[in-house]
């Protein structure tokens, strides 16, 4: 073996070197971000800039990519480039193409990698180094919850992109944090009758869970929702996030006595897990004199194209579909819109990832101007309580108890014969917005405060 | 019983492609003792080869059906493959179910080139530098070539499915005396432990009975004395980086049906190699493919509900966990030769 060069003095030293960069304060200190308007990241001249933190590489990538696409068509629909989009649909008509307040929007981009730490250290360098006034965007509720915290401590606006763990607007919720996404709790309350009418009262449910935030509220809230309607739940699993072959999750669920197979998985463990799956003939076999049947609570379209023909058939619940307007009419206005602008500008029609961002970039543009500040505390009152329509789920209001948006939720299910590559999930029911909504005290969302509006000064 | 036989089958295919996998890197190891971390990224590139063979096949041209509108209402562009166009419907959507199949043909010149290009362009200029300077270029190297699939292939699984004919399970138990629906396998599963057992096959009798082989098996056992006898050894090791190259590459084309591929895949696989040419022994062929289906099956057992409500965790530890007994009972491993990294 090779001699190391390492003596114990240069160790000492280096070791001496890394603790001492580790110690360093990272918290923010307020003279880097006050500004004289009293608030961070004030702008000043003709132009303000959004930051926009997605993940650029990781399993989420092509998530990212489209979450990308969707707040560059925003930036320039409010800068009155391009149709305009859903700025003609949205109820508020505060925003008139002219940019916000008048200043003309820019933005830039950061990566996530869909790891917190990542996240946050790029969210940190848009807010110190680009002056960004608000962060948008991300793809895992891991992320969200630590971005959001970051920017509740430095006082900008975070107006989360797909994040669908209860905790994000439950236990770790923030004053400066907005989700427009739905999450796991109205996944459960709108697939419960579904599954009701589809499978029956009497199942045993057995579910893979993937270990971290998002797959824990996921689970316990089909297992609540399920047990609601007389099911039996026979196991929960958790899988390890790096998993990539579920094989040997899945061999045993037949033996188990379960009928109903539950995949609380994303991205990329979604496809492998379905896949798997239906490679140990789950979707073809019987259990209990039944058909056996497999459930993946939250669709999206980009997954669905991994897992190809093997999603077929399959239920699920998404935020929004780009079908919703041409199917179930006007009460969903604004796709069109967005799908038109979006198709001609990129070849194809947006995912559902794609759209909370654009919606939440024009969001937090049309408080701005309606609040008259760029100042977070300003905007977060514009904000609460905001009832609006016209931008693709019906009339949604913004909550001020938990900053979480309520609106109908849309229950799809795998096509049988897609006809093209963007055409894979077609809409079963649209869960109306009462049946999806909770108290915001709720067990499932406890053990959180909003606290304070930071404006960072 | 019929669950212990069913872990058991799920390990064999898992733990033939750790045996692939660390057959290649034994093979590189024991000829031109170099740790290969890039090795991982060599079994990425093979599923990416049925890939690019399924793209290419796909390769579409367009025509306008004005009688039905996409979904921006414009009318209809309707693919069809030049497989189908060239080789008529039927035949040509044969060709193009039977992709992964047929990527093996496809496969195996490009990996041999992309190996020997990996050895001649890089890796011969680190057979003198120390392992850790090997380890770190390898490493990079991987790094390299995981971006430039995502760059070409973007971060998503692409779906690769097996053939028609091979979709699906069967009744495994039935055959054996079980339970009806008690051993419920898939059949390309089982595809893939059978191409995996000829593979290993087809290299152990290359090396046992070919000249060829025998050179190199004297050249691992006394590369010097090989050296002093006239033959060019080092061409042959490089030959045999190729055919390493290769091996991961086959086993990467037959796994794209069981998980879609996606650039992550070979580090995914490779860590796990490394231990299972750790416990198989270093430099041991054999030790290695036994290792790869030991480690596959232990594996599988400690994934199952039981094992996790008896040990949390375990599933994700478990692998290393023997790692770190074999290195302390027996360093050299399970059946590594005498005097192999126990100095």
């Given at each position: ?457 | ?71 921006l209402g414009n009318p209809m562009k309707v693919e069809t493959p030049y497989a189908e166009w060239l080789f008529g419907p039927e035949f040509g959507a044969a060709i193009i179910d039977w ?245």
């Open positions: 073996m090779s001699s190391s060069n390492y003596s114990r003095r240069r160790l000492l030293k280096t070791g001496a070197a890394t603790g001492a960069a580790l110690a360093t304060p990272t918290l923010f200190t307020g003279a880097a971000w006050a500004q004289e308007q009293g608030f961070t990241n004030a702008p000043t001249g003709g132009t303000v800039t959004l930051g926009f933190n997605v993940p650029q590489t990781g399993p989420y990538a092509d998530e990212g990519a489209d979450e990308l696409r969707a707040f560059e068509l925003a930036v320039e629909h409010l800068n009155g480039e391009g149709d305009g989009g859903m700025l003609s649909t949205f109820s508020s008509q505060a925003l008139e193409g002219s940019g916000i307040l008048g200043k003309r929007v820019e933005y830039v981009t950061g990566d996530t990698q869909t790891k917190s730490d990542a996240a946050r250290a790029s969210a940190r360098s848009m807010i110190e180094k680009d002056g960004v006034i608000m962060i948008s965007g991300g793809s895992s509720s891991g992320v969200a919850v630590a971005v959001q915290g970051l920017c509740q401590e430095a006082g900008i606006i975070f107006m989360a992109g797909l994040t669908h763990s209860n905790d994000t607007t439950g236990k770790d919720r923030k004053a400066n944090g907005f989700r427009h996404f739905f999450n796991a709790y109205q996944s459960a309350a709108a697939m419960g009758p579904v599954l009701e009418s589809l499978y029956g009262n009497d199942r045993k449910a057995y579910h893979l869970t993937a270990d971290y935030t998002w797959g824990w509220t996921t689970q316990e809230s089909m297992q609540a929702a399920t047990e609601a309607l007389g099911w039996e739940t026979v196991n929960n699993v958790l899988t390890p996030l790096a998993s990539t072959d579920f094989s040997s999750y899945i061999a045993p669920v037949l033996q188990s006595g379960a009928d109903v197979l539950f995949l609380n998985h994303y991205g990329g463990n979604m496809v492998n897990s379905l896949t798997n799956a239906v490679q140990f003939g789950l979707k073809e076999a019987q259990a209990n004199g039944k058909d056996f049947q497999i459930v993946v609570p939250l669709y999206s379209e980009l997954m669905a194209r991994g897992a190809g023909q093997n999603i077929a058939g399959i239920p699920g619940s998404q935020n929004w579909d780009w079908k919703l307007e041409n199917q179930l009419g006007e009460k969903y206005k604004g796709t069109n819109d967005f799908v038109q602008a979006f198709g001609e500008k990129y070849g194809f029609p947006p995912s559902q990832a794609a759209h909370t961002c654009y919606v939440q970039t024009l969001l937090y543009a049309d408080a701005v101007q309606r609040a008259g500040s760029f100042n977070p505390c300003a905007v977060v009152e514009a904000l609460e309580g905001f009832e609006f329509d016209g931008l693709g789920n019906g009339p949604t209001l913004y909550r001020a108890e938990d900053h979480q948006c309520f609106k109908d939720v849309v229950v799809v299910r795998g096509k049988e014969n897609p006809e093209n590559e963007f055409d894979l999930v077609e809409i079963v029911e649209v869960t109306p917005t009462e049946a999806v909504t909770y108290p915001h005290d709720h067990p499932m969302f406890a053990g959180g405060e909003l606290g304070e509006c930071n404006p960072g000064a | 019983m019929d669950a212990i036989f069913l872990q058991i089958l799920n390990g064999l295919d898992k733990g033939s492609a750790y045996a692939l996998i660390a057959l290649g890197l034994t093979l590189i190891f024991g000829t031109l003792g170099v740790v290969n971390f890039a090795h991982g990224a060599l079994f990425m590139i093979g599923a990416f080869c049925a890939v690019t063979l399924s793209r290419l096949l796909s390769l579409s041209f367009t025509t306008i059906d004005e009688t039905r509108t996409d979904f992709t992964v199949p047929l990527s093996i043909l496809f496969a195996i010149p490009v990996m041999l080139v992309v190996g020997l290009v990996m050895e001649r362009g890089l890796i011969k200029h680190f057979y003198k530098r120390p392992h850790a300077d090997q380890i770190l270029v390898t490493f990079g190297l991987a790094i390299v070539l995981q971006e430039v699939i995502k760059y070409f292939y973007g971060a998503n699984p692409i779906p690769t499915p097996a053939p028609e004919l091979f979709r699906g399970s069967f009744d495994f138990g039935a055959l054996l005396g079980f339970e009806a629906n008690a051993v419920i396998y898939p059949i390309w599963r089982a595809v893939y432990f059978i191409f995996s057992l000829t593979v290993i096959a087809a290299v152990f009798g290359f090396l046992q009975f070919t000249t060829f082989g025998m050179v190199v098996r004297a050249g691992m056992a006394d590369r010097e004395t090989v050296g002093l006898l006239g033959i060019d050894i080092d061409k042959r090791f490089t030959i045999m980086f190729g055919i390493a190259a290769a091996v991961a590459g086959l086993a990467g084309v037959m796994y794209t049906p069981i998980n879609p591929p996606n650039y992550h895949m070979g580090m995914d696989f490779l860590v796990l190699s490394f231990v299972v040419v750790v416990v198989g022994g270093m430099g041991s062929l054999p030790g290695a493919v036994l290792a790869g289906f030991l480690l596959g099956i232990l594996e599988s057992f400690a994934s199952t509900a039981w094992a996790i409500n008896l040990v949390p965790g375990i599933n994700q530890i478990i692998i290393y966990l023997v790692a770190i007994v074999v290195l302390l009972t027996r360093p050299r491993g399970l059946m590594g030769r005498k005097g192999v990294m126990e100095e």
